[in-house]
């Protein structure tokens, strides 16, 4: 009779350490979005306080998805978010013949080129704000589909009139912030609890700026777009374009679109730290994966003062060497105007204030 009681407690313990183990792995819920797949519907925001907020109405629903997508595209996981950006959202929905197949959201004022045409949801809000801004999915959030009283997977077609597409977004224990010395063989430091690590190298050192369409919606030091091939930052005012890139050495080596940073200044290329020319940093955190959003906009609101203004990616420079400054405005296509930009830091986003040790 003990031994049965003790193995009872014992089986008991092994699965609430597995189940703490996964919640752990899960991260913490911040919100849940509810995309309406139906004209008119609302989108929302749902906060795990219950508490909602309207995220625009939806104008426009897909006639197909898009194959083949982006190259990147295909680096993600079928069912999540595999761009997060000011003017777009795209969403895997299946890797075919080794190529991605998209669906995107959009909002109404702009268009991006890796959406395709006829493959989006519009809402009617604006860009880099709402769903592409305060409330965006970062690069990895997983889509479920609840279609009558039943939620599933989203598959790999495009979902019925009437469904309802949920992202769950949630936080992870990130790094505080993450520096890039800009010179060939430049370290890529993640800083975090613990001791900072050394998580790639620049291999190609930035040098430029150029005209990056969606950088007109996102304000100068900000991140403009985020998926598992690209960190895309804003170098110029809202209302203006320019910025820079930073790419993994895979998607500069593999994809076809990218052959032309090679010989460019206005892309930063990394690679792995050991270098041996086959580990994947393409699609991986936390710069390529799950992590960086465009963040709240001026004048948007979260749950509170450490969400509200903790969530912005923020980018930094410091100049020949100095101490940390916003980047210098520039604009247009220049591939000199960042050459005396020594190192980058990028601070991620966090929805409290960070622990004390």
């Not at 197909?64 to 997508?69: D, G, L």
């Not at 930094?316 to 980047?327: N, Q, S, T």
């Amino acid at each position: 009779m003990r031994t049965s009681i003790a193995a009872k407690v014992l089986f008991l313990l092994i699965a609430l350490f597995l189940y703490a183990g996964e919640a752990l792995g899960a991260g913490r819920l911040v919100y849940t979005i509810e995309l309406p797949f139906e004209k008119g519907a609302a989108a929302r925001v749902v906060l795990p306080s219950g508490e909602a907020r309207n995220l625009g109405c939806v104008v426009e629903l897909p006639e197909r998805t898009r194959w083949p997508s982006y190259t990147a595209s295909a680096w993600g996981r079928p069912g999540t978010v595999t761009a997060s950006a000011v003017n777009a959202v795209h969403i895997l929905t299946d890797i075919e013949e080794g190529q991605g197949r998209t669906m995107s959201v959009l909002p109404r004022e702009t268009i991006a080129p890796a959406a395709g045409p006829g493959a989006a949801v519009v809402l009617d809000c604006g860009a880099g704000t709402s769903f592409f801004g305060a409330w965006a999915p970062p690069a990895g959030t997983r889509i479920t589909v609840k279609s009558g009283g039943s939620e599933h997977p989203l598959e790999d077609r495009l979902p019925l009139e009437g469904d309802t597409l949920v992202f769950k977004v949630y936080e992870e224990d990130v790094p505080y912030m993450v520096d890039f010395e800009n010179r060939p063989g430049g370290r890529v430091i993640a800083w975090g609890r613990g001791v900072p690590r050394v998580i790639a190298r620049v291999i190609r050192p930035l040098g430029g700026v150029g005209r990056f369409e969606g950088t007109m919606f996102q304000w100068r030091g900000r991140i403009r777009a985020n998926h598992a091939g690209v960190i895309d930052i804003s170098t110029s005012d809202y209302g203006t374009v320019g910025g820079f890139q930073i790419i993994p050495w895979d998607h500069a080596l593999k994809s076809k679109e990218m052959q032309g940073a090679w010989g460019a200044t206005q892309w930063m290329i990394i690679a792995p730290p050991d270098a041996d020319g086959k580990s994947m940093l393409g699609g991986t955190a936390p710069l390529f994966d799950g992590i960086l959003v465009p963040g709240p906009s001026r004048g948007e609101r979260l749950w509170d003062l450490w969400s509200t203004y903790g969530r912005k990616s923020l980018a930094l420079a410091r100049i020949d060497g100095g101490g940390w400054v916003m980047f210098p405005d520039a604009s247009g296509k220049s591939d000199d105007a960042l050459k005396r930009v020594t190192h980058i830091r990028i601070y991620f986003p966090q929805s409290g204030e960070p622990p004390t040790r």
